[in-house]
């Protein structure tokens, strides 16, 4: 059966941990294993990356496959359209339905990012341009980020976690940070998930009007009552720091007044940039951040370049991960049809 | 000698056979062979695409050579100059007469995609950045489409209908269809003429105004003469569907009103989009297309979706008959001379 | 010790001959070696790129490397902070801070371009993207042109003037030519060094106003001075090409005008652009120039197409130097650390 790669929902805990520990022999690994040789797999880009698109370079790379990098909609292809039975007179030149499909036949895996649009929840969170490559694709789908969920950046993100403690009992903090736009909730999102899968006492800190979509805080709730561990909501900092074990420092926007960015009066940045004051009140934590981060407003100097930052080691897993989730994916596939089999199927 | 892939003109059909025949062999080889070892190739991109960039890269890695994607004039590279003797004030940063022969001394082949300006059909004719990169290059150029034709696209074309059909004989049809700009003619140029080419019996079906360019309609009607072929031009659909055996549905600018969007009329529309009732009085034809298409504009979801589309199929094979280029260009070519030999010859 | 190759002060000629030595080598080489093998190494692009790209991707590939091309800033990347202690509220995303030493925990080797800014000299002669690079980086960092200097170019030169005659007593003009825009001054302060590095005779014919940064003059005086050849400024042309061997064309900016655009007055560009009438002044000198170059601007046809020209031969070195640093910086550089090595190291 076809398998993707695209939702934490679609997985169990002991999936995910098995996926880690690949990542962690890789990440030990001299020995060069190319399981990947001959495939090649295109990355497509609705929106700007760095951490993502070098890691599933240099892993594709690295396990002996070819990757290539389309940015979609710039950057040299045109834009895709991905609502069924659309007239197509506007700017998109292709939909989805012939271009999954075509990249389908020259390669053996697609990645996708794409952002909200930041219009519409409703609409964004159907998240219709990684549903129509999940739709149509007749090869593995990886989601480079969407607009509910950042699955690869929660398996680096918990692989940095299991390096410095077991997971399990241990206190998790989301806090939520300033910024000068409304971000994604996709990092915010599966950072909690996974850490609810991994039997975390989650707390989530952010300000009225930024509460997570209710549908993920459903299996949150869920995943921690499964575990025995406890869920906590809040707007009390810096007090929600006090006796944490992992810090998870992070600005999204508002359902509520959706798009809008969040204030920029500088009572309310102070109060919520994390600094090195509120590090001290948690227990020894760790501070982790998916990257990019922008200092001084979602996070002091004093707290990346200070004994909590885990940040560059968070991001070295996402090389590690990304090649455990290319092996999870594509190592074990079936040889693909050859196109006389593809036609005698029909 | 130096050989290059620019033009269907300077091939033959036994030719172009030959090289689909290899594309075949390749479509269903499941052995690995090098020939590209340790040669890299520049394909270079004056104008957006993706199954040429994605075709392209994939069989050049996957015949072991190198692959760059450069997008000249975006994305990181100026514009170019081509024409000779031009004072170089304006925004074109570099001469072809330069970027050509030094892309040359690091690559051992290029590949070029230079759209028509849209301003003057006796200018883009000429083709100016196609003919500069013949003229200055030290190595084969495969022409990736240019003002006057797409030879990449059908070869894809004509290995397409031979998987289906013995063309000699056969019915082609040619449809014009409303587009919301005026679009290059590279394509319907160069279906035509392979179908001619190939023995087929032609219909070019299109509204007054939109007669392809004179010199290309030579051919055309040379080739059919020579194989007892018919050609026909009408604007009556949808009675010039009757008894085809292909359908090629292309969109393409008037060269009468050069650069100018098609009328936006919804009769006009409704009478030339390619819609299942016009199928249906075809004779159980394959509907083409070279992709991307614009959707209910183009052609209705109802052909596109049903059992007469062989889109996916047709670009599938860009990847072979990318690869079967290459080996015709490059797989025999003689090693490249050494600085040593160069300068030894001057 | 952790290599770069950033600045041509950095190393002492016979240091930088021995580099050249290798790359001659390495052109003249048909075997095989891939030193860079399971190497990936990231080209970072603030601005945009040819030669530089595609001599280090050809490079790196042809020495079993995986190279990355990224454009910071734009083509799918955001914009990049530099300054220490900035609160990131404005255009930039990501500090380096953490982009640097994360691409070297992905990467085994960095390059950057970065140009000035064109409106402070003080500060863009800082090179603040490069000085981050070298300050964060834990990999080889290689300057593929910064405000100061292009050393990868200058490499390239010499190699090319080496060729032809040995450098030590010939007379080397850098003669200075008009455009429309204020250039970068690395090429010609790289091209001035190395010259008097390799012990040639310097003149430096430009307009008043138009000399090069007294730190780069004071080291080229100090070059000329300990291998006993002449150096002269002056505006006199065509004088100052009597008696050259090399003449190296090229424009660049002011620092008194700083940003400005050279006078297009019709008479001041004619007595600048370099013409045949003044290479025939010259002693049988060759003709050399970086590229990219505006034809009957900077030079006219009669010298680029004449028998002077060794500007694609120079190009060309371009591809056999990024051959021979990536060797000097990561042939013989200790395997990477283990990240169980790294958090041992803490």
């Not at 794409?114 to 964004?124: I, L, N, Q, V």
């Not at 490559?133 to 918990?158: R, W």
Request: with cysteine.
């Amino acid at each position: 059966m076809l398998k993707h790669f695209t939702h934490l929902k679609d997985f169990t805990i002991d999936e995910l941990n098995r996926i880690i520990d690949s990542a962690s022999d890789l990440k030990k690994s001299t020995h060069a294993v190319l399981p990947l040789a001959g495939k090649s797999l295109a990355f497509c880009f609705m929106n700007p990356s760095l951490r993502t698109q070098v890691s599933f370079s240099v892993a594709t790379n690295a396990l002996g496959g070819h990757p290539l990098i389309l940015n979609l909609g710039s950057g040299g292809t045109w834009g895709m359209e991905s609502v069924e039975g659309a007239v197509m007179d506007g700017t998109a030149a292709e939909h989805l339905k012939e271009a999954v499909p075509v990249l389908g036949r020259m390669c053996q895996g697609l990645g996708l990012r794409s952002f909200p649009t930041g219009k519409s929840w409703a609409e964004d969170r159907n998240e219709p341009a990684l549903a129509a490559f999940i739709k149509y694709s007749t090869v593995p789908v990886i989601n480079m980020e969407s607009a509910s969920g950042h699955p690869c950046q929660a398996l680096a993100d918990l692989m940095t976690i299991r390096e410095r403690m077991p997971p399990k009992g241990k206190n998790f903090l989301l806090s939520w940070a300033p910024h000068i736009k409304a971000l994604p909730m996709a990092v915010p999102n599966s950072s909690v998930e996974i850490a609810s899968m991994a039997g975390m006492n989650v707390t989530i800190a952010r300000p009225e009007g930024y509460d997570l979509d209710p549908e993920v805080m459903a299996r949150v709730k869920k995943n921690c009552a499964m575990n025995g561990s406890t869920l906590r909501v809040t707007d009390k900092v810096p007090q929600a720091f006090d006796g944490q074990h992992v810090v998870y420092g992070k600005s999204w926007g508002s359902i509520a007044n959706y798009g809008q960015a969040p204030s920029s009066d500088p009572a309310f940045r102070k109060k919520w940039t994390i600094s090195a004051a509120k590090m001290k009140r948690a227990d020894k934590a760790i501070f982790m951040h998916c990257l990019p981060v922008r200092r001084n407003l979602v996070v002091d100097d004093a707290v990346l370049d200070g004994p909590w930052s885990v940040v560059v080691d968070e991001a070295e897993n996402r090389l590690h991960t990304a090649k455990a989730v290319l092996m999870y994916l594509l190592a074990s596939q079936p040889k693909r049809m050859t196109a006389a089999a593809r036609r005698h199927r029909k």
